[in-house]
């Protein structure tokens, strides 16, 4: 597929240098249907990206686009603060029905926010609060968020660098596997707390992505996060667990810590809690820990009625039954085994990933980036991750056919090729 760069002088004009996406995919996108999106000059594209993790049941998802458009015809509310309306009784009873119910997890739903950092800075927050402690211990390569909290407990320089003052109150500690399994786990992090010598101040909790998504795809062992449960309960620590990008099914579990079989004193979802793309997120937490007085944390846009209508059809068409774990799963049997054959054909790349996301490292860095580009340019969409964007990251949706996921994947493996 031949692709001239679109006419871009308004966005040239009018948008911030910030804009980062539309850099590497030069095309003015008009229209998107399930795991497809279309440019105005009538190229296709496969979505190999998904709203980075936001859209999960594909673009413009019809079963709950219908229930939004009936909300909207009927004049459901559409702002609400966090006022009680039938939209959020209708989430939170499936939540609760389909979700929390069935975990056997007794968790408290706060809406702190549209976004994932809102989610991230309540925990914190809550943390804090609860623990009477300001430290928070985050960990290598890890990514929550780009407000200053999440930043302060965020791995990536390039990142932490823009918030344009110091980052306190976070200490980093190893992930799992960052010494190739030279050092034991949590020597380091063990002997610090237990040693009054070692400067370490006694952290309120510990915040962990069980997967890293925009760190590189690096997964956590569940014996490795089911030791980190036990050192957080034996220290006095809580657990946050970060679930905005992992969570909403996309490692095959609703959540996705249930592997590890571990229950966190906190969680944050958001990206595809909704299902449909629109702004939401939710602070998780036992109920012992909900110690907010009333108004104590808010935000305008925590109530996002039309949210909570596809949030609810999208747990009562996919969450009910138990078929989309098992989908997700041989879904993701199907991407091991190409990126296996990928790495198979090319020295210096390496894949590692669960469910639905994956990732190939090339040792020559800058190739990623390169990969991205001719898969762009033959009409799959694909980004970077990893500190230095050594790594093809591959998010496509949950509901995608096995056709389309071969088609991709069978693209990618020609953009590796055409680079090497």
Known sequence: MT???????????LESEVRSYCRGWPAVFDRAQGSHMYDEDGHTYLD?????????????????KRALIDYIERDGVTHG????????????????????????????????????????????????????????VSFTNAFHGM??????????????AGAGIPLVHGTPMPFDNYFDGTVEDFLWFERLLEDQGSGLNKPAAVIVETVQ????????????????????????????????????????????FEEAGITPDIVTVSKSISGYGMPMSLALF????????????NGTFRGNNPAFVTAAATLDTYWADGQMEKQTLARGE?????????????????????????????????????????AFELGLLVETSGPESEVVKLLPALTISPEDLDEGLRTLARAVRETA
């Open 3 to 13: 692709i001239t760069p679109p006419a871009l002088s308004v966005f040239e004009a």
């Open 48 to 64: 190999f990206f998904a709203g980075a993790g936001s859209l999960n049941y594909g673009h413009n998802n019809p079963v709950l």
């Open 81 to 136: 603060l966090d006022m009680s309306t039938t939209a959020k009784r209708a989430f939170l009873e499936s939540f609760q029905n389909n979700i929390l119910r069935p975990r056997d997890l007794p968790y408290k739903v706060m809406f702190p926010g549209p976004t994932g950092t809102n989610a991230v800075e309540a925990a914190l927050k809550l943390a804090r609060k609860v623990k009477g402690r300001e430290s928070i």
């Open 147 to 160: 407000s200053l909290g999440s930043l302060a407990v965020t791995g990536n320089a390039f990142k932490r």
């Open 213 to 256: 998504g925009e760190g590189g795809i690096n997964v956590a062992r569940p014996e490795w996060l089911r030791a980190l449960a036990e050192l957080c309960e034996r220290q006095d620590m809580l657990l946050i667990v970060d679930d905005i990008q992992m969570g909403c099914g996309r490692t095959g579990a609703f959540f996705s």
């Open 286 to 297: 036992k109920p012992e820990l909900d110690i907010w007085e009333p108004g104590e944390h």
């Open 334 to 374: 199907q991407v091991e085994q190409a990126l296996r054959a990928i790495c198979e054909e090319q020295s210096g790349a390496h894949f590692r990933g669960r469910g639905l996301v994956w990732g190939i490292e090339f040792e020559d860095k800058p190739r990623a980036s390169a990969v991205c580009k001719r």
